[in-house]
């Protein structure tokens, strides 16, 4: 059953860093709502309430429900500022979603069958994720929660690039929109672990010493 985020808010009258500063001390924190068609709108939410939802993965690439003061709206989250070394969230920005429209959002990739493939469980590899979430574009109604990718079939000293991901129908890849090669970016590949390559180094340096010294030739 797919996740449903419903946040409280309250419209913010007060502006500046000194009132931001006031709501931050009475565990609140400023945001704001724009696009759609509508006027950008300063809120202010509860702090606690957020950072609990932010441990879910699917809370920045689900639609939200806003709550605010009553009137609810369909939003997603665009950005998010955080405290340099506090837990503490700063200020958030949201986006309508309105049904017709196109969103662009990062969605969270689910690599699958990754001790199963054959770079892993036959050839002894390592996997290195190099993406853990790509930028789609689609409609509100085709919104994935995340993408799988399987790994199954990755050998050894081989990549998966955006190319290579399989896409819920209609959905898009913002990247690979540009049509250009540069932006087909790796996401996944498996390397020969270090171990594995110094036993390697090992094997070849011994292979290399097999022969001995060079027999002396008779006068």
Not at 34 to 47: C, E, F, M, R, V
Not at 114 to 128: F, M, Q, W
Request: glycine residues 10%; hydrophobic residues 35%; contains cysteine.
């Amino acid at each position: 059953m797919s996740l449903e985020f419903v946040l409280s808010a309250e419209v913010r009258s007060d502006y500046g860093k000194g009132a931001s500063r006031r709501l931050r001390k009475s565990e609140k924190f400023p945001g704001i709502i724009y696009g759609g068609g509508g006027n950008p709108t300063p809120i202010s939410l509860n702090h606690n309430e957020v950072m609990n939802n932010l441990q879910h993965e699917a809370f920045f690439s689900h639609i939200l429900t806003l709550d605010v003061g009553g009137a609810k709206e369909q939003a997603i989250i665009k950005d998010i500022q955080r405290h340099p070394f506090k837990q503490q969230i700063l200020h958030i920005d949201f986006q309508r979603v309105v049904a017709g429209e196109a969103l662009t959002v990062r969605v969270p990739l689910h690599y699958i069958n990754e001790e199963a493939c054959v770079g892993v469980k036959r050839d002894g590899g390592s996997i290195n994720r190099i993406e853990t979430e790509i930028s789609v574009s689609c409609l509100p109604r085709d919104l994935p929660e995340y993408i799988e990718v399987d790994l199954i079939e990755l050998e050894l000293g081989q990549t998966l690039h955006l190319s290579d991901v399989k896409l819920p129908e209609g959905v898009t890849s913002t990247d690979l929109a540009h049509g250009d090669e540069d932006h087909d970016r790796a996401i996944v590949a498996v390397h020969q672990t270090r171990a594995a390559k110094e036993d390697t180094d090992e094997s070849e340096g011994d292979t290399g010493e097999e022969g001995g010294e060079p027999a002396e030739g008779g006068e």
